[in-house]
């Protein structure tokens, strides 16, 4: 069964730095691309990040370029985005996904709080 | 960056009533395009890819059509569970935009 579960997410003061992590299982974890798609309180979605299978290709939304940096560990089945430099509008829901279709698996997300 | 544009914002329906929602692109997505439905404390649920193949389990009242930048869901006969969010995400390139959303509320 496919299954990705994040974790790492929490309360942060502004400025602040924050890592979150999402564990694979069930599918070959180096044959996907990966993203994360974080979701504000009352509002839609957002794509934040993808990284290729090979994790040889990175892509960012604007709003996190220079401040966030995905990355994966295939021996290990990880997904990892390291957040910097987090302001108050990056308080969401993240969700780490398996970015195919028809084969798309969301995970059940993490909460990231950035308050004082 | 492509841009995606949804509409309407809400749609407010009865059930058995037929719902359409737009999808328009800022430049050309192909066919590359997917349908997601969002219920209020869950994760998306993708029902369309690649413009108009349903995902599986995804109920036959589910159509979409569309390619280029103009996309469409229909919704044949609303059922009580199909009350919810609605997401457009364009798969032809990186950055992986969605569309803001269409609520699909009781009327």
């Known amino acids: 069964e496919v299954q990705v579960l994040e974790s790492g997410g929490g309360l942060v003061q502004p400025g602040g730095s924050l890592r979150l992590s999402c564990a694979a299982s069930?599918?070959?974890?180096?044959?996907?691309?990966m993203s994360w798609v974080r979701q504000a309180p009352g509002k839609g979605l957002e794509w934040v990040s993808g990284?290729?299978?090979?994790?040889?290709?990175?892509y960012y939304a604007d709003s996190v370029k220079g401040r966030f940096t995905i990355s994966r560990d295939n021996s290990k089945n990880l997904l990892h985005v390291q957040m910097i430099g987090l302001r108050a509008e990056d308080t969401a829901v993240y969700y780490c996904?398996?970015?195919?279709?028809?084969?798309?698996?969301w995970g059940q997300g993490t909460l990231v709080t950035v308050s004082a | 960056e492509i841009v995606l544009t949804q509409s309407p914002a809400t749609l407010s329906l009865s059930p058995g009533e037929r719902a359409t929602l737009s999808c328009r692109a800022s430049?050309?997505?192909?066919?590359?395009l997917a349908w997601y439905q969002q219920k209020r404390g869950q994760a998306p649920r993708l029902l369309i890819y690649?413009?108009?193949s349903r995902a599986t389990g995804v109920p036959a009242r589910f159509s979409a059509s569309g390619s280029g930048t103009d996309f469409t869901l229909t919704i044949s006969s609303l059922e009580p569970e199909d009350f919810a969010v609605y997401y457009c995400?364009?798969?032809?390139?990186?950055?992986?935009?969605f569309g803001q959303g269409t609520k699909v509320e009781i009327k």
């Open positions: 996904v398996r970015d195919a279709v028809p084969g798309c698996y």
């Open positions: 069930g599918f070959t974890f180096s044959s996907f691309a």
């Open positions: 990284i290729s299978g090979s994790g040889g290709s990175t």
């Open positions: 430049q050309s997505v192909s066919s590359y």
């Open positions: 690649d413009a108009s």
């Open positions: 995400q364009q798969r032809s390139n990186w950055p992986r935009a």
